[in-house]
């Protein structure tokens, strides 16, 4: 008896279940026109779609900016994404709602990326290691460097009024006196964001105590 012929390429293709990357492909192009569609809605003056908008894109450029940009500090992240909304909202009239959305977005995320890259790494050429710099600042039982402040309560105050990841670098590194890789680790921060924000806490409090 003769076996029966088989299926086609094509029917073959049609018997097969859908694969997963058709489906994220899919997902991903349904997001895109929802998106699409609230921007288009945000240029006729709907500002519900335009704050649901920006609700939903600051997650996804969180995730953006944390992965092209992880040696930037938490803080310096967030900049970055108000950054990125405020070019989005200064640019918005010129979006086309028959084009993709996210491309769209992704182009003028990534000018601001590049701009704060190029600051980062100019900032980073000028910076001092954190061992170059004196231990005195955080210490309030010395004597403040070239006698800028006498007084250890007024150091501490101007420690407490520092930026989140700067009062941690100083408080790390000076206060307890933990190594580069103690502190990193215990701070979840990378140690060239350590050392960025170290010198930075160091500039803030030389001219708060001078």
């Not at 959305?101 to 000018?111: D, G």
């Not at 100019?122 to 004597?143: K, Q």
């Amino acid at each position: 008896m003769n076996n029966p012929p088989r299926a086609t390429g094509a029917m073959d293709a049609q018997l097969r279940p859908p694969q997963l990357g058709d489906a994220a492909t899919a997902e991903r192009a349904a997001n895109d026109r929802r998106l699409a569609t609230l921007m288009q809605a945000a240029q006729d003056g709907d500002r519900v779609a335009y704050a649901g908008l920006l609700r939903e894109l600051v997650p996804l450029l969180q995730r953006l900016v944390r992965g092209r940009l992880h040696f930037l500090q938490p803080t310096d992240r967030e900049d970055l994404v108000q950054d990125i909304l405020l070019s989005l909202h200064a640019a918005r009239a010129t979006y086309d709602p028959s084009r993709p959305f996210m491309p769209w977005l992704v182009s003028i995320a990534r000018h601001r990326m590049v701009d704060r890259a190029r600051r980062h790494s100019r900032l980073w050429a000028n910076e001092v290691l954190v061992d170059e710099f004196t231990d005195s600042i955080a210490d309030g039982a010395s004597d403040p460097p070239d006698g800028e402040c006498g007084d250890p309560e007024q150091v501490r105050q101007a420690v407490k009024g520092l930026p989140a990841g700067q009062r941690t670098a100083i408080e790390l590194l000076k206060l307890r006196e933990l190594s580069l890789r103690e502190a990193a680790d215990l701070s979840g921060m990378s140690i060239s964001a350590l050392k960025v924000a170290t010198h930075r806490a160091i500039k803030s409090l030389r001219g708060v105590l001078a």
